[in-house]
């Protein structure tokens, strides 16, 4: 059977660990060969890599990060922030990555999902989509949430699901970093309508959080960053704990 | 010498790093001269059939696939080319196993992305020293049904082929170079077993 996946995520600058990184045992703290390779040995299903540096400088570190991190890790990687086209779509997958995450650039420029699926698949193509309830409703927002825009969250999911994309990877603005668990209620009727696998993101506290987001919502995989980064929480332990309240992890 | 088939839509970095693990000689092969050279040849797979297809006839080398002794691994994709045809893309395949791959249908997540665990049904070499019921790496849109060559299946709402077998032929449907410990026996056991 199909298992439930759990994915630390590690935002990269620079070629380096940024963010809440408290791990012992590790000779360099911000390492993200180092970092990666502890969640790979821990029992992560996979790992997400955003780099939140720019310039064009920088991307040549991120590619020769993304080929260390390919020749140390057995699991598969998805890589984002800041892809813009193809061609760093490319560069990133022949560097060793699996998916590519995809988020301001889609949003304004939608057909580059399409085509990106039609050159690498489906499944290599990671829709990021970060929502923030306005009103009564869930809206897209772009620029690592600084920006705005007029799409109605449910639709745009349904639109990247529609142009190729093999994933939505879904962060709740409202909740991500509050640690009062997943956005349950605007991923549970989601999940209803997209055939696609969800990973949901923002919000985890706790490891009933991530039992409630696969029991309730039955998301395909769950998210963390500094939860993991930070030690509160475990992955083996945190596996353990879902395999006892029936959840089918890989253990 | 153990060659990987670079027909321009597979990822070949993650099964190098592999085979560097292994330390096992290995190059990136391209044209039929450049196989030739080789013992034994994985097929990666990520991208599109057709596109696939199109590219291993620019290079000449669908006829040499077709007849060749040596030993064949097809991954992912690379296992679906082993096919008659592919509904993907439509397109005319290997035809080394007698059945066509297809798309999955029915109310599931498609691509069936994630780690599944495998039945084996056959014993075999390349699968020696794993267990039944162990885990792999999925991430795949298309499937091979179960045929006559199926020694290992996948249950994703209905059963599959995990991976099959003919002759000097194999394909896996999991990225055994993305399946932790379990793939990189695997991948030895290609190489050093089969």
Redesign the interface.
């Known amino acids: 059977m199909i298992t439930k996946r759990i994915i630390p995520c590690l935002d990269i600058k620079d070629g380096r660990v940024v963010k809440g990184i408290n791990f012992i045992n590790l000779k360099d703290s911000g390492s993200a060969i180092e970092l990666a390779s502890s969640y790979y040995d821990n029992g992560a299903d996979e790992l997400v890599f955003l780099d939140i540096s720019a310039t064009e400088e920088k991307r040549k570190t991120l590619i020769t990060l993304v080929k260390g991190i390919a020749k140390q890790i057995r699991i598969p990687f998805t890589v984002g922030g800041g892809i813009t086209e193809l061609q760093d779509i490319d560069e990133l997958l022949k560097a060793g990555a699996d998916k590519v995450s995809l988020n301001s650039a889609i949003v304004k420029n939608p057909t580059l999902i399409d085509e990106a699926a039609r050159r690498f698949g489906s499944q290599a193509i990671v829709a990021a989509i970060d929502i923030k309830k306005i009103d009564d409703s869930e809206i897209v927002f772009i620029r690592g949430g600084k920006e705005m825009t007029d799409k109605n969250a449910s639709e745009w999911c349904k639109e990247v699901e529609q142009r190729g994309a093999g994933e939505i990877l879904l962060t709740s603005m409202d909740k991500d970093g509050t640690k009062s668990g997943y956005n349950l209620t605007f991923m549970k009727e989601l999940n209803k309508n997209i055939s696609v696998p969800l990973i949901a993101s923002g919000g985890a506290g706790t490891m009933y959080h991530f039992l409630e987001a696969f029991i309730e919502a039955n998301v395909e995989a769950c998210l963390a960053a500094s939860l993991f980064h930070n030690q509160e929480i475990k992955i083996s332990e945190l596996k353990k704990y879902l395999k006892q309240n029936g959840v089918n992890v890989r253990l | 010498m153990i060659g990987i088939i670079d027909y321009g839509a597979g990822?070949t970095?993650?099964v190098e790093?592999?085979l560097?693990q292994l330390q096992q000689d290995y190059r990136i092969v391209k044209t039929e001269s450049d196989v030739m050279n080789c013992e034994k040849l994985i097929l990666p797979g990520?991208?599109?059939a057709s596109y696939a297809i199109k590219r291993l006839n620019m290079n000449n080398l669908i006829n040499f696939l077709r007849v060749t002794k040596k030993l064949v691994l097809g991954i992912c994709?690379g296992m679906q080319l082993l096919c008659e045809k592919s509904e993907e893309g439509n397109a005319k395949c290997l035809g080394i196993i007698p059945c066509d791959a297809r798309k999955f249908q029915g109310n599931?997540?498609?691509?069936?992305?994630?780690?599944?665990?495998i039945q084996i049904k056959s014993k075999s070499k390349l699968m020696e020293g794993i267990d039944s019921e162990s885990?792999f790496?999925?991430?795949?849109?298309y499937y091979v049904p179960l045929n006559e060559y199926t020694t290992v299946t996948v249950?994703?709402s209905t059963q599959i082929s995990a991976v099959v077998q003919k002759d000097n032929y194999f394909g896996v449907q999991f990225?055994p170079?993305?399946?932790?410990?379990n793939?990189?026996k695997l991948i030895k056991n290609f190489i050093e077993l089969c």
Do not use: R, T
Request: hydrophobic residues 35%.
């Open positions: 990822n970095a993650s790093n592999v560097i990520v991208g599109e994709l599931i997540k498609i691509p069936h992305m994630g780690w599944n665990s885990y790496y999925f991430a795949h849109s249950d994703y990225h170079e993305k399946s932790g410990e793939g990189i």
